[in-house]
């Protein structure tokens, strides 16, 4: 008996953490778009202040590694690929139809 309930206990936290993982990434994408918009408040000749602020503001406040992983890769691609590779991460990650209209601006 002691084991049915030690496995249901493990059950129960893995159950919980994987949930709590899947809404610390779609709260991250949020987080993410947010941070997005913020920057389009930037001068538009300022983009080198633009883009420390959201490097500064991703490292301060995206604790989701898969969410942090996306945001990198993002530079290893083509310019004009960058949204669409944003786009199709969050929605894999969260399972919902993602549109940032301050990344799909930046990053266009």
Avoid at 25 to 53: G, K, M
Avoid at 56 to 66: L, N, P
Wanted: proline content about 5%.
């Amino acid at each position: 008996m002691p084991y049915k309930t030690s496995a249901m206990i493990f059950g129960w936290i893995l159950l919980t953490s994987i949930a709590y993982a899947t809404d610390g990434v779609h709260t991250d994408f949020d987080v993410l778009c947010s941070i997005f918009n913020e920057a389009r408040e930037f001068p538009p000749d300022n983009i080198q202040q633009r883009s420390d602020y959201i490097s500064d503001q991703v490292d301060a406040r995206i604790t989701s590694k898969e969410v942090i992983e996306t945001f990198h890769a993002m530079f290893n691609m083509a310019p004009d690929e960058r949204f669409e590779l944003l786009t199709m991460a969050a929605e894999h990650y969260t399972g919902k139809t993602w549109n940032c209209p301050g990344a799909n601006k930046l990053l266009k």
